[in-house]
């Protein structure tokens, strides 16, 4: 659970310091053009924060004017008709990453291009199917 606990703070101040830095570079050079493209790509690592902020999504769609994002998550059980809890809970793995896209998408924030559940399995098992889901913002 200390384990856990210290990924969850370590992954707060990460993202913390993304929207930081982000904002300083803006403030240092406020002239910079923003890039045309970025890319975030995430493996195993935002099944770390049992509940994801929505400022996470604000600074990835802030970082170009054309953002694409590309994750392989143990998040297939959120990908199901109804989302079930799987084992996430049982871990304290993310519960929400799935549905705080789809609600970016419904506000029209950006489109889900595709979303598989059945990516690929867990190594050793033990935790949710790693399910793939890429988006791009509009």
Sequence with gaps: M????????ILCIFLNSLGWVS???KKLNPDKPLPD????????????????????????LSM??????????PIASQMRNPPSAGKNVEYNYNQNFVAL???????????????????????????????????ESV
């Design 101 to 135: 896209l789809h609600e970016y998408q419904d506000k029209g924030k950006l489109n889900i291009l595709e979303e598989n559940p059945d990516w690929g399995d867990v190594p050793g098992g033990g935790r949710d199917r790693a399910g793939l889901i890429i988006w």
């Design 23 to 25: 904002n300083m570079e």
């Design 37 to 60: 493209r970025a890319m975030i790509f995430s493996s195993y690592s935002v099944e770390q924060i049992p509940m994801m902020y929505p400022e996470y999504l604000e600074v990835a």
């Design 2 to 9: 200390q384990l856990i606990l210290l990924t969850f703070v």
């Design 64 to 73: 170009a004017k054309k953002v694409i994002g590309f994750h392989i998550e």
